[in-house]
């Protein structure tokens, strides 16, 4: 790897140039090349930095969170912050359907299909990379800002059965962003409390521990 010229020699293709991420320090030990369904080529680098995993901190009830997630919030914080939802595929939904009617206007096979089915691809990508950027920096917020984060346990496939919500609940993307929350918080030593799938937590009050079962979704304050 050659940081100044940004290069990488790779096996029986040799010097390729490359536009870098990020640098790093460390022994490389695999280098894996992936090409994405616009044409782009990405490496995935796995480093050997030898530095081991901090243990977990202590708790503090003042430095822990609770995140409820959502569709008409993306997250509600214990500390009465709302994370607004991007929406991302929402607010693309238009520009998807205009290309998808031209895509199957074209005559399978012809270069004129190929064309539309590229620009389609790059709205999919746009909208899959505005969802992983939003998710990357929210998540390292929260991890860096707090030392215990408690997360509700959500089954997304069972959830997603509901044809009303399908479509909001994939634009969400909450379940990868509990997997960005935790293997974050296990870099920074940070804690990721998972509270039980059947638990009615949005129904117990937080200060009395009373059960309001009568409770429903549309009731919110």
């Known amino acids: 790897m050659d940081f100044e010229n940004n290069t990488i020699m790779l096996p029986k293709i040799g ?3 490359v536009v870098l991420h990020r640098y790093f320090e460390g022994t490389l030990k695999t280098a894996t090349i992936s090409k994405s369904i616009t044409g782009r080529y990405f490496i995935s680098i796995l480093v050997d930095d030898r530095k081991e995993i901090p243990d977990e901190q202590e708790i503090f009830e003042s430095s822990t969170i609770g995140i409820d997630v959502g569709i008409e919030d993306f997250a509600v914080i214990s500390t009465g912050e709302k994370i607004e939802n991007p929406k991302y595929l929402k607010n693309s939904l238009q520009r998807l359907k205009c290309l998808q009617k031209r895509v199957s ?3 399978k096979g ?3 299909r190929n064309k539309a089915k590229l620009h389609l691809s790059k709205i999919h990508e746009t909208i899959s ?3 992983n950027d939003f998710q990357h920096k929210l998540s390292f ?4 800002e707090n030392q215990a984060i408690s997360l509700e346990t959500l089954n997304v496939k069972e959830m997603q059965k509901n044809h009303c919500l399908a ?3 994939s634009d969400a993307g909450w379940h990868s962003f509990v997997t960005k929350l935790t293997y974050k918080a296990e870099w920074l030593g940070k804690t990721i409390i998972k ?3 059947f638990k009615p937590s949005s129904k117990i009050c ?3 521990g009373y059960h309001n079962s009568n409770l429903t979704l549309k009731d919110r304050e």
């Open 167 to 169: 479509q909001s609940i």
């Open 105 to 107: 206007s074209k005559i």
């Open 141 to 144: 917020r929260l991890v860096s």
């Open 206 to 208: 937080n200060v009395c």
């Open 15 to 17: 010097e390729v140039k």
């Open 195 to 197: 509270i039980g799938q």
């Open 110 to 112: 012809s270069n004129n």
């Open 129 to 131: 990379n505005q969802r």
